[in-house]
């Protein structure tokens, strides 16, 4: 098949981090550009999951000269503790995860993510097993339901308005008609920063495929699949994926958790890892001139510890 361009973001201060590294698994693997570079850079195996089926079809042949070196599996990285095991794997040196939707999905109208596109309303990013799309939430839940999606997962304060339009226009067939719902309580001006449907899609496609549930469940999991001195590296694009991710990484970071007036530790909780990165880093203007997308990313890392380490 053609291989659609894509290109990986921050991928040198990923290599700095994670290498070197004998077992890495990349999360969220998309086209394969994070994990050839781990391999190119001296990885010795590589684990890779996507619920993408097109994903993993492009990233197949993108590293198949890496033979046996590379494992691809359809499957989430809320899974990669019962994934590695299958390869024999109870420990890894280091985890890749790069959180949201890759560009290669938004350019593919049939897969219903763009809103200036018109498709379907799918919005799945595995269009095998997840029977949940766009428009099953747009056509058939509760519109008190729809508004809340659309609040907590885009932060979109005119929810409930738009929650309002959609409903009172049913049914939608494509993406379009679903925009031309939300420009119908909230007209485009060219003052606008983002188009009005930019924040409503984000809900949907979150809300479709359970990304922040996904991120809750899978971040324990992977500090805990970490040998002593593996590190995992997170990219996040938005506050609610980073909010997450900085919370889960404090936790992790932290010995004692019982509240501050306890006058003595009774919780029993111990930092399993320590940040290696303080404040998250960002592109730069070389590697965002090259890569638009890069400009909302943002990386952190943290390093397990050994037992009875100090954090």
């Known amino acids: 098949m053609n291989v659609i361009p894509h290109i990986p973001i921050l991928v040198q201060p990923i290599l700095d981090h994670l290498l070197p590294a004998e077992r890495v698994i990349d999360g969220t693997l998309g086209a394969g ?3 050839a570079a781990l391999l190119e850079a001296g990885a010795g195996e590589v684990l890779g999951l996507d619920l993408d089926p097109m994903a993993l079809e492009i990233a197949r042949e993108r590293l198949a000269p890496f033979g046996d070196r590379a494992h691809l599996v359809h499957a989430s ?3 990669m503790t019962d994934e590695a095991a299958r390869l024999g794997w109870y420990g890894v040196d280091g985890i890749l995860l ?3 939707i890759s560009s290669m999905q938004i350019d593919r109208p049939e897969r219903g993510f763009a809103f200036m596109q018109d498709g379907p309303l799918d919005m ?4 095998l097993e997840n029977p949940l799309t766009a428009a099953v939430i747009v056509n058939k839940y509760d519109e008190r339901v729809i508004a809340d999606i659309i609040y907590n997962f885009g932060e979109e304060t005119q929810s409930r308005k738009i929650a309002r339009a959609i409903v009172a226009r049913r049914p939608h067939h494509t993406t379009f008609d679903l925009v031309a719902a939300i420009e119908s309580v909230m007209p485009r001006r060219r003052t606008d920063k983002i188009h009005p449907a930019t924040r409503t899609f984000q809900a949907l496609r979150m809300a479709v495929n359970d990304e922040l549930g996904v991120i809750e469940r899978a971040l324990p999991a992977a500090i805990d699949l970490l ?3 593996g590190k995992l590296a997170v990219i996040s694009f938005h506050s609610l994926e980073d909010r997450l991710v900085k919370q889960a990484f404090k936790l992790a970071s932290t010995d004692c958790i019982c509240p501050p ?5 009774i919780c029993g909780h111990h930092a399993s890892v320590r940040p290696l990165i303080h404040k998250p880093l960002v592109a730069d203007e070389s590697e965002i001139a090259l890569n638009p997308r890069s400009r909302s990313a943002k990386l952190r890392v943290v390093e397990k510890l050994s037992e009875n380490e100090e954090p």
């Open 33 to 35: 550009g994070h994990s």
């Open 77 to 79: 990285y809320a899974t």
């Open 98 to 100: 790069d959180l949201g």
């Open 124 to 127: 799945r990013f595995d269009t």
């Open 227 to 229: 040998r002593p001195g």
């Open 261 to 265: 007036k306890m006058p003595v530790c």
